[in-house]
């Protein structure tokens, strides 16, 4: 019988990807959504063939529910589950608490139904982020290479006084979530091991497509804004100049979770630099991507280099996962042709 991975955040933009690929590797998927809705949201991007193998358990609030249902009789967790917005009143409330106690739980219930089944679930694959990684204090750091050794210094408290800010309140509920997961494993030492995958900011199409600006997730909504702004806008400034495709975080997941090893491990992935100028150059020269969009997207100084910043070295997850990845004009092709579609809706 095939293994059943367990995958929270299904309805979610890399959630999504990694549904896909698992189910196209032969796996079972049980995938947490908050809703029936969201469970609409996974099937419409997965094949008839395929939606025989897919489960669901509703689990609506990361922060306070168990995740007790959604872990009987998996054979391992890809935990994606954590908000990504910046639309934020509370950042205690709205950003730490579901990332941390969110990961905490999962793992929690995890270890409990390992305890009572001869510890059937192998391996608990965990999405955090570059911003449990990099030192905003440092800058753009031009000429340093982070590594999977590198740690953000931001701290909890820093977290919840950043009324005015929820790019740092999002970065402290990363870098926090991250901390709890090593905490966990060095006081509990469960049977499982796990891996956490640390990307920058994830551009590419959705599963499905776009139904409405709402299916948007906040990194493409960034690409959203630009193309649909006007050929005479000023074309914005870059502040997190590393980029990578959301199929290659799904492949990286993946390929973490199947690595059969005893050890856990932390991978930092990132495909290379982008910027809004490299965005808006892209579209006026493709070819693929059509008129209507080339004449809503700004043009800005062609050819516009970034200032030197600093780089992301992803040589221990190319050795060790086999990752490669996709070209940055790739992605934003596939994304924006998406987009193109969901312009002719509105």
């Known amino acids: 019988m095939p293994s059943t991975i367990l995958v929270t955040g299904a309805n979610s933009f890399i959630g999504g990807w990694i549904v896909k690929y698992l189910l196209e590797k032969g796996y079972n998927v049980r995938g947490t959504v908050r809703s029936q809705a969201k469970e609409s949201q996974v099937l419409d991007g997965i094949s008839q063939d395929d939606r025989s193998r897919i489960s669901f358990v509703y689990v609506n609030d990361i922060t306070t529910d168990s995740f007790d249902e959604a872990v009987q009789g998996v054979d391992g967790i890809i935990h994606v589950a954590s908000p990504y917005h910046f639309k934020v009143t509370d950042p205690e409330k709205d950003l730490l608490l579901p990332a941390i106690r969110g990961t905490v739980r999962i793992l929690q219930d995890a270890h409990q139904?390992?305890?009572?089944?001869?510890?059937?679930?192998?391996?608990?694959v965990i999405t955090s982020s570059f911003a449990s990684v990099i030192d905003p204090s440092k800058g753009l750091r031009p000429g340093y290479s982070y590594t999977e050794k590198d740690w953000s210094p931001l701290t909890y408290e820093q977290g919840v006084a950043a009324k005015d800010d929820p790019f740092t309140a999002y970065r402290v509920s990363k870098v926090c979530a991250e901390r709890?997961?090593?905490?966990?494993?060095?006081?509990?030492?469960?049977?499982?091991?796990?891996?956490?995958?640390?990307?920058?900011?994830?551009?590419?199409?959705?599963?499905?497509?776009?139904?409405?600006?709402?299916?948007?997730?906040?990194?493409?909504t960034l690409v959203w804004s630009l193309v649909t702004s006007g050929k005479d806008t000023k074309v914005p400034e870059t502040h997190a100049p590393l980029e990578v495709d959301v199929r290659d975080v799904a492949y990286t997941h993946i390929a973490a979770l199947e690595r059969s090893i005893d050890t856990n491990e932390r991978y930092l992935i990132a495909a290379g630099s982008w910027s809004f100028q490299e965005i808006a150059d892209i579209v006026h020269e493709s070819s693929v991507i059509p008129k209507a969009i080339k004449d809503i997207t700004p043009i800005g100084t062609k050819g516009q280099q970034q200032p030197d910043h600093f780089t992301i070295d992803s040589s221990k997850a190319q050795k060790e996962l086999g990752v490669t990845y996709i070209p940055f004009k790739k992605t934003m092709e596939d994304l924006i042709l998406q987009l193109a579609e969901l312009q002719k809706k509105l």
């Open 113 to 124: 139904y390992n305890k009572n089944n001869q510890n059937k679930i192998k391996r608990v």
């Open 180 to 220: 709890a997961v090593w905490e966990f494993i060095d006081k509990e030492k469960p049977s499982f091991t796990i891996a956490t995958i640390c990307e920058p900011m994830v551009f590419g199409p959705r599963v499905g497509g776009f139904n409405s600006p709402d299916d948007l997730n906040t990194s493409n």
